[in-house]
């Protein structure tokens, strides 16, 4: 859930809280945040206790590229965690060699290690995506 506070035609302030499902997109000045079901491992889901036994675990998250077929987020729970999501992939995940299977020349650079955790290098990551691997 997200609140968002406004100030409506009436000069009153307001609350309204969203859940991720009735939102597409969050627009606060020049940062977008969206709903991303991500998937996390096993241990990680289930550190918060029983809400990790929801399947749905969609949260909001920076997006911070868009590009052909692919779009990258930065996890806002979690220090340095990026997923990706690809276009008719249910889930986001982070970068892997198992993630990115379907292209061999950058699934190969992933595992090589090429790329670091860094916002930067992951950005790379989804361009080469973007541009080579449709």
Do not use: H, W
């Not at 996390?40 to 868009?66: D, H, P, Y």
């Not at 950005?123 to 449709?134: G, L, M």
């Amino acid at each position: 859930r997200v609140t968002v506070t406004y100030v409506n035609a009436k000069g009153k302030t307001k609350n309204s809280s969203l859940k991720c499902k009735e939102v597409s997109e969050i627009v606060i000045e020049d940062k977008v945040f969206e709903p991303v079901n991500p998937k996390k491992g096993f241990i990680k889901s289930t550190e918060a206790g029983l809400s990790g036994f929801n399947l749905n675990s969609t949260i909001f998250m920076q997006r911070v590229f868009t590009g052909t077929g692919i779009k990258l987020f930065k996890d806002l729970t979690d220090t340095d965690t990026y997923y990706f999501r690809i276009e008719g992939v249910k889930k986001a995940e982070t970068a892997s060699a198992e993630f990115f299977a379907s292209c061999p020349a950058l699934a190969g650079r992933i595992e090589g290690g090429e790329f670091s955790t860094s916002e930067e290098d992951q950005i790379k990551i989804a361009k080469a995506f973007s541009e080579a691997c449709k």
